[in-house]
């Protein structure tokens, strides 16, 4: 009798742990669009109408909506972008709409980890306020919807849809002058972090010692007045691997009085352990 209740705790208790699944009233979406060289990706929730009216009941003129359903609906952008003629950095933000029968303001808020609106609203977390004409549609969206439409390789919109209202912002990405940039940055040749870049892969994998040592003397000369201590830590190295250990001693005493006028620590340790030990 003892084994059968035990049994029967060790079922019931099974039973009650068990998670049962269920679907969301309003399923989570992601919508990711690339426009030029820039990456949008938006997340949110869609609730459905099921036979309510939507605007200015379920989601109330003149006041601010979470623009969705449960946490924060947000919007990331891998790029500045301009929206509605206004800057914007790149980053993620929760999207916050104030809907209103001849207008809606658009709001794109710093904070982004809350469940619906924030708990206390502070206008200095506001990265950007926009206006936008609601559109009526003449056919019926059930669930809410974000999308991009008129997509260019400068531009977007994207578009809030639900019951028979659209809205709509313009979104411009700096696609020529990312482009203009990287063809500029192509011919002009490798820059210093690049020739620094190759010659540290080519001393950690000990593949060409003597191209890497060229490199570093390169990544030098573009460097300016005041060459970084590491790029003369990493010139030591391979010159002591190359066998010149005076020359190896020469660089690292350089980067040695770079570290020092920064204060950086590990790479006076290193600096000072290597010309010891070189100088034996």
Do not use: C
């Not at 977007?156 to 028979?164: D, M």
């Not at 696609?175 to 972090?193: H, R, W, Y």
């Amino acid at each position: 009798m003892k084994k059968y209740i035990l049994f029967s705790l060790f079922l019931i208790s099974g039973i009650l742990s068990a998670q049962i699944a269920t679907p969301q009233a309003s399923p989570v979406s992601k919508v990711d669009q690339t426009v030029g060289l820039t990456q949008i990706s938006v997340e949110y929730h869609r609730p459905s109408a099921k036979g309510r009216a939507v605007y200015g009941e379920l989601v109330p003129y003149g006041k601010n909506w979470r623009t969705g359903a449960n946490d924060n609906t947000t919007v990331t952008f891998s790029q500045d972008v301009i929206i509605n003629g206004k800057s914007l950095s790149k980053g993620t933000y929760a999207l916050f709409t104030t809907p209103k029968a001849d207008s809606w303001d658009i709001i794109f808020y710093k904070d982004t980890d809350n469940w619906g609106l924030p708990e206390e609203w502070m206008d200095d977390k506001v990265a950007l306020k926009t206006s936008a004409k609601p559109e009526s549609l003449n056919r019926l969206v059930e669930t809410f919807t974000i999308s991009f439409n008129n997509v260019t390789t400068d531009a977007a919109n994207l578009e809030l849809s639900w019951e028979k209202t659209l809205v709509s912002v313009k979104i411009e990405v700096p696609t020529q002058k990312t482009v203009l940039k990287s063809i500029e940055d192509v011919m002009n040749g490798p820059s210093a972090k690049d020739y620094y870049a190759s010659a540290q892969y080519y001393y950690q994998s000990n593949t060409d010692l003597n191209k890497a040592f060229l490199w570093m003397n390169q990544a030098i000369s573009l460097s300016g007045e005041k060459v970084p201590f590491w790029y003369y830590r990493l010139k030591s190295l391979i010159q002591f691997k190359l066998g010149d250990k005076k020359g190896a001693i020469d660089t690292a005493k350089l980067s040695l009085a770079g570290a020092t006028a920064e204060k950086n620590e590990d790479y006076i340790k290193q600096n000072k352990d290597s010309i010891e030990l070189w100088s034996k």
